[in-house]
């Protein structure tokens, strides 16, 4: 059984910068692919950024000059770095992982249907 344990979430100022970061545990064949999502009240689960076994990343239009996807193999944990927010950008922000190579799915950004576990969630708050 994959779990994923986010944490990190808090308040930041616009413009700010916040990192988060996933616990990862379970068979390593059931999570090649971890990846980022994010959802703001009343929308739709957004991706942001997938990190592969091999280190290889994809990100979202929007996330790909500003975040930055990285693992630390050791310690199994995925972390997102994330710098100039905006308030637009505030959600629970949430990771996933699947057994899937991260370069088999169809887009640089992640899909919520390609996913199969998921975390609990971490709140972002951005303030004007």
């Known amino acids: 059984q994959v779990q994923l344990v986010e944490s990190g979430g808090g308040s930041v100022q616009a413009g700010g910068a916040l990192t988060l970061s996933c616990a990862v545990s379970?068979?390593?064949?059931?999570?090649?692919?971890v990846a980022w999502f994010r959802q703001a009240p009343g929308k739709g689960r957004e991706g942001i950024a997938q990190i592969d076994k091999d280190d290889s990343t994809r990100y979202a239009d929007s996330a790909k000059d500003r975040f930055l996807i990285s693992q630390d193999t050791a310690k199994n944990i995925v972390s997102l770095q994330m710098n100039d927010l905006s308030p637009e950008e505030a959600a629970t922000y949430y990771c996933?992982?699947?057994?899937?190579?991260?370069?088999?799915?169809?887009?640089?950004?992640?899909?919520?249907?390609?996913?199969?576990?998921w975390g609990q969630g971490t709140q972002v708050t951005v303030s004007s």
């Open positions: 996933a992982a699947t057994p899937l190579r991260c370069y088999a799915t169809a887009h640089d950004q992640p899909s919520a249907g390609d996913f199969r576990y």
């Open positions: 379970g068979p390593t064949r059931s999570r090649n692919c």
